[in-house]
């Protein structure tokens, strides 16, 4: 049905003979003018990122690996192959420098640190002294990076709460790789059904199977 012309005498005439009550003018004067933009950001545990690192030596070779974890759930992995001889306190340094470093070029500011080291964790909180001259460095550096947070905590969580990041360290370590190779992201899923179940039946008939949906619309 089209729509039929109002003439502009007809509203001025229903406008004049019903006049709204309290009727108060718009205000076209802003105080504000200098304000380009406004900016409003919310503030809370929704801004917060979590980070799981740890590292892997064995006669193998040695790896690192951690996980940045967005306040939505979407999961980023990192893994690197290490090729110096390092002790297993060396390699939990390496993986939560990386982390860091990660979340610093991924510009955020808050974050929950986890890792099922407690040497490394209380190291850096200062709840325990560091003697390793080997472990010095990494501690001094490692509070330098924290400086770059806004928000920043470190915890200590057992094992078995640290799979993933342990499952990249050790990927990191049997891979086969070159010196600067680098691999494409991870992706890893969970899937209830086996996957013939998402196989799809050719028709009998050779249509394919959205041809009746797409004859009734």
């Not at 690996?65 to 090729?83: E, N, T, W, Y």
């Not at 560091?130 to 057992?158: A, N, V």
């Not at 969970?190 to 959205?210: M, S």
Request: net charge negative.
């Amino acid at each position: 049905m089209t729509r039929k012309a109002v003439k502009g005498s007809v509203i001025a005439d229903l406008l004049a003979e019903n006049p709204i009550q309290d009727y108060e003018a718009l205000e076209f004067e802003f105080p504000d003018e200098h304000i380009n933009e406004v900016d409003c950001e919310e503030e809370g545990p929704a801004n917060v990122w979590e980070m799981y690192f740890d590292g892997a030596v064995n006669l193998s070779g040695n790896g690192i690996g951690a996980v940045l974890v967005s306040p939505d759930g979407k999961h980023f992995p990192i893994a690197v192959k290490l090729r110096f001889d390092c002790t297993n306190n060396v390699a939990e340094y390496e993986a939560c420098v990386m982390g860091l470093q990660a979340a610093i070029e991924m510009k955020i500011r808050k974050l929950e640190v986890y890792g099922d080291s407690a040497l490394i964790i209380y190291q850096v909180k200062g709840e325990w002294q560091t003697k390793d001259p080997k472990l010095i460095p990494y501690q001094k550096y490692l509070l330098e990076l924290i400086k770059e947070f806004e928000e920043i905590s470190f915890t200590h969580l057992s094992r078995d709460k640290n799979q993933f990041a342990d499952a990249l360290a050790t990927l990191a370590v049997m891979a086969q790789m070159e010196e600067g190779q680098t691999t494409q992201a991870l992706r890893v899923k969970a899937r209830d059904e086996p996957a013939y179940c998402f196989t799809i039946e050719e028709q009998p008939d050779g249509k394919p199977w959205y041809h009746d949906i797409l004859v009734s619309l």
